[in-house]
């Protein structure tokens, strides 16, 4: 659960960011969700728990590939759930 925060080491006086080696880069996370959502719905925290990372980072992806007009969302309840756009299916 805790694989995907980014931890600080403390040497010599000075902060070094260490990235985990399981890091990915932002376009490769985007295509995941976009190809993840292209087959179903889901909510935010369906996809969180499917790509084991915390549901706010999630909801961050989610919320800049809306903004692209990438994806569109509704409300159910209490949930968002999100479709790719028509032009981005694949």
């Not at 600080?8 to 959502?37: C, F, G, Q, T």
């Not at 809306?66 to 509704?74: A, C, D, H, I, T």
């Amino acid at each position: 659960m805790f694989n995907n925060i980014i931890k600080y080491r403390k040497i010599e006086d000075a902060r070094v960011l260490i990235i985990p080696k399981s890091a990915i880069s932002s376009n490769d996370m985007e295509k995941r969700i976009i190809s993840m959502l292209s087959k179903e719905l889901m909510s935010t925290s369906e996809l969180a728990r499917k790509l084991g990372m915390r549901r706010d980072i999630i909801a961050g992806y989610l919320e800049a590939l809306k903004n692209q007009g990438k994806l569109r969302f509704s409300k159910v309840g209490k949930s968002y759930v999100y479709t790719v756009a028509g032009e981005w299916r694949k």
